[in-house]
Structure formats: C-alpha cells, structure tokens
C-alpha cells in the first residue's frame, strides 16, 4: 500500500470518527435532558442570582420532567463557580446562572481561569435587578443626600457593605467614593445573603446591593431603600428616587441574571434551553415572583444575550478605566 492509500486512508477514518462524534452528539441533545441537571450558582444561597435561579429551576424540572438542582459553589467574587462551569462537560448537564460578576472580573481581576467570550455560550438573560443605597431601620440617615452629608462629615468613620468584590454594586460604591471624594470603608462579602443579614443586623448598616435581595426586608420596614440605579423609578417603590433624580448622573447599573453553557454544548441543547427560559419567565406566576423581589424578566434571544454580554464588558471595562480602580 501506497503512502498516498495511508493516508487517504487515515483521512478517511478521522472523517468517520468526526461523524459518528457528531451523530452521537446529536442524538444526545434529542433526548435532553434524559437525568438531572446541576445549575451553578457561583454565589451563597440568599442573594439576586440564587433567588432568581431557585424560581426558574423549579419551573425548568416541572417543564422537562428532569431534576434541575442548585449548587452554590462561591469565592473569588463568583470566579471558583464560573471555573467550574467552564471546565464542565460541553453536554449542557451544568449550566451557570451568572451575576454580573461575569461582564465585570474579566476587567477588574489581574487574571482569571477562564475566558468569558471562549469559553461559554450565552443562553438567554433571565432578569436584572436594579441596585439600591440602603440604610438598616434604625440608621439616622433618612434620604441619600442626608447619607452622602454624613459621609462626607465623617471620613473613614463608616462602612459599606457589597455582596462581593466583582460585582455591580462593589463597582456603584466605587463609583460614588469617586463622584462625591467621600472616605470609607467597603465591606464586600460572600454573596447577597450573608451582606442582608449583616445590614439586618446593623453590623454594616449602610449598604449598596442587588434590590431582589432585600426587597422583602424593605417592605417589612427593616430595611430603607434610599436610591435606586435604575433610569426610573420601579412601580415596586414609587416612594424611592434614583440617583440621577438626585443629581447623581450617569451612575446606572443592575445585577443581571444569566444563563450560560460551556463552549461547545450541542445547539438544539442551547436552542431548547433558551426557548424554556423564556417561556418560563412570561409566565404569570413566575413574572409576579420576579418582580416582587425586583427582578425585571427578560427572556431575549442568545443573539440578544450575547450581544449584552459584550456591551457590558465594554462598559465596566471603562468604569475601572476610569475611576482607577486597582485590580485585585
């Protein structure tokens, strides 16, 4: 046999086994989901993303006749769980349900173990929640200019508590200290749950965090809700004004919630998963639950999605840019 005849025969057999990948492949996504899927959450329980996660993965086991299960895998401002997630089999049996932490450490980490762009498929956006200025009860401050004037009274004298480096309210605080030149310390904790209960119990009494995550704290009078991020006011809390009401511009963000896959999952799976999505967060009940703890649904096309993803990397990229945040 000719060295020519080897190797077209070789080609021939890789070709083959391509083939029979992809069949399998296919095959496969037919039947997805044929047992249990992991949701990461890179989070602790309580916060934006594991509230918003818990309602869609309830109604995601319900719809496929599969178990979709939480598991909270946090650190590193959501960096361990976003690893995980992309060093997962490409089968779309894990799927992250990302924060915003995923837009923003890509610029604010001097290095992370992943690349967002290679690394995943976006799926759809399920939500964003706006961010909010809090105060615990009893806190003297009543309005968010009367928490600036304190602030600026007292340098150094106060703390302010974020759900973690890495996300969007870390980067709303940072924003502030630079707009007004005010000194105090920033507290980022583990996640949403962990920062609500400390400013629940006015350990850190002065907060900037995912609305969803306190929401029910504030319309139990145990929270004060002093600003929101949003360009509106939310019908939620007609009462609260936004930053830029109150002469502070250009500082709006939210806390997104968002579906992705590792690179190289089957795309009728990523087809599949999206369609469910969206469905699943026009439903009524599941629109109502998201909107009583502040999370605007979405639901929008991987298109869509994608294209957000890359915006808001841009826009964060500027923001550390800009106000010379160092990287951790």
């Known amino acids: 046999m000719s060295g020519n005849e080897i190797r077209d025969g070789l080609r021939v057999f890789l070709l083959?086994?391509?083939?029979?990948?992809?069949?399998?492949?296919?095959?496969?996504?037919?039947?997805?989901?044929?047992?249990?899927?992991?949701?990461?959450v890179p989070f602790p329980p309580g916060g934006?993303?594991?509230i918003a996660g818990r309602i869609i993965t309830q109604k995601l086991s319900e719809r496929l006749g599969q178990q979709f299960f939480i598991e909270n895998i946090?650190?590193?401002?959501?960096?361990?769980?976003?690893?995980?997630?992309?060093?997962?089999?490409?089968?779309?049996?894990?799927i992250l349900l990302a924060s915003s932490s995923i837009v923003v450490n890509p610029n604010l980490y001097k290095?992370?173990?992943?690349?967002?762009?290679?690394?995943?498929?976006?799926?759809?956006?399920?939500?964003?929640?706006?961010?909010?200025?809090?105060?615990?009860?009893?806190?003297?401050?009543?309005?968010?200019?009367?928490?600036?004037?304190?602030?600026?009274?007292?340098?150094?004298?106060?703390?302010?508590?974020s759900p973690g480096a890495g996300t969007t309210p870390s980067l709303a605080i940072e924003m502030l200290?630079?707009?007004?030149?005010?000194?105090f310390v920033t507290v980022p904790f583990a996640g949403g749950g962990p920062m609500a209960q400390s400013l629940l119990g006015g350990f850190t009494p002065i907060s900037c965090n995912a609305l969803s995550t306190t929401m029910a704290l504030i319309k139990a009078g145990k929270v004060r809700a002093l600003a929101v991020t949003s360009r509106q006011r939310l019908e939620?809390?007609?009462?609260?004004?936004?930053?830029?009401?109150?002469?502070?511009?250009?500082?709006?963000?939210?806390?997104?919630?968002?579906?992705?896959v590792s690179a190289g999952t089957p795309q009728p799976v990523v087809e599949l998963l999206q369609k469910e999505i969206a469905a699943i967060v026009r439903m009524p009940d599941v629109k109502r639950?998201?909107?009583?703890?502040?999370?605007?649904?979405?639901?929008?096309?991987?298109?869509?999605?994608?294209?957000?993803?890359?915006?808001?990397?841009?826009k964060w990229k500027r923001v550390i840019e800009i106000g010379k945040i160092d990287r951790i």
């Open 111 to 161: 290095s992370i173990p992943f690349d967002v762009e290679k690394d995943f498929i976006p799926v759809t956006k399920v939500g964003a929640s706006p961010n909010s200025w809090e105060v615990n009860s009893t806190f003297p401050a009543k309005t968010m200019n009367e928490l600036i004037d304190l602030l600026k009274a007292s340098p150094g004298q106060y703390s302010v508590a």
């Open 236 to 260: 939620s809390l007609p009462d609260v004004p936004t930053l830029d009401e109150l002469g502070i511009k250009d500082e709006e963000s939210e806390t997104m919630a968002g579906v992705f």
């Open 177 to 183: 200290k630079q707009a007004f030149g005010v000194n």
């Open 289 to 314: 639950r998201l909107l009583d703890v502040a999370t605007i649904p979405d639901g929008g096309s991987s298109a869509d999605f994608a294209a957000y993803v890359r915006n808001e990397i841009t």
């Open 48 to 50: 934006a993303t594991d």
């Open 16 to 40: 083959l086994i391509a083939l029979a990948i992809t069949w399998a492949s296919n095959l496969g996504a037919a039947n997805y989901p044929d047992h249990s899927v992991k949701v990461i």
């Open 74 to 94: 946090s650190g590193a401002g959501g960096n361990i769980g976003m690893t995980a997630a992309a060093r997962a089999l490409h089968d779309g049996y894990t």
